[in-house]
């Protein structure tokens, strides 16, 4: 019989790989995706008695990690700057996907946080409006202004996704 420590540290190494991608989907960068599951898996072993009865550890953990990326926006006003743009890749194109990922990556670090949550949890994450509502805190309409402003910045920012921006909701497979 496992023990409330054992339980907890099965669920982290069954999942923190899932939290991170969702984690650096939401920030654009490794080290503070990394911190955001740290302190999302911080509050969710503070709370485990309580939810390891229920089943809804991961949903806790996501949640408290939409929350507290809410908070470090609300909390950080600093612009983000990027770094510049990739190298042009020598020879023939046989990476179309790493390519496709490359540039819908770093046309999601132009965008807003705000933005770039909106997008990731409606098409990574595949959620409703109301459910992204819910997990940000902020009302339908404002997901819906917020996805309509970020997809049309997308694709301004980069063109060469055009065909998969219009397909975006049965795209999700390529921010995964």
């Known amino acids: 019989m496992e023990t409330t420590e ?4 099965s669920f982290v190494r069954a999942r923190t790989h899932a939290l991170l991608r969702s984690a650096y989907l939401l920030t ?5 995706a990394e911190d955001l599951v740290q302190s999302a898996l911080t509050r969710t072993h503070l709370a485990w008695r309580r939810l390891a009865d229920t089943g ?6 996501r949640r408290t ?31 179309g996907p790493v390519s496709l990922r490359l540039a819908l990556r770093a046309a999601l670090l132009r ?12 098409f990574f994450e595949d959620r409703t409006e109301s459910e992204v509502a819910d997990l940000l805190g902020v009302s339908v309409g ?22 998969e921006l219009t397909g975006a909701r049965s795209r999700k497979g390529v921010l995964s």
Do not use: C
Not at 28 to 32: A, I, S, W
Not at 68 to 83: D, G, H, I, Y
């Open 6 to 9: 054992d339980e907890f540290d």
């Open 56 to 61: 809804n550890a991961e949903a806790y953990a």
């Open 65 to 95: 990690m939409y929350h507290l990326q809410v908070s470090w926006w609300r909390r950080r006003r600093v612009a983000e700057v990027l770094a510049g743009s990739l190298p042009e890749a020598a020879g023939a194109d046989h990476a």
């Open 111 to 122: 965008l807003s946080a705000k933005q770039r949550a909106v997008l990731v949890l409606r």
């Open 142 to 163: 404002t997901v819906k202004s917020q996805t309509a402003r970020a997809l049309g910045r997308m694709r301004v920012i980069a063109p060469e996704l055009g065909a």
């Open 28 to 32: 654009g960068d490794q080290q503070l």
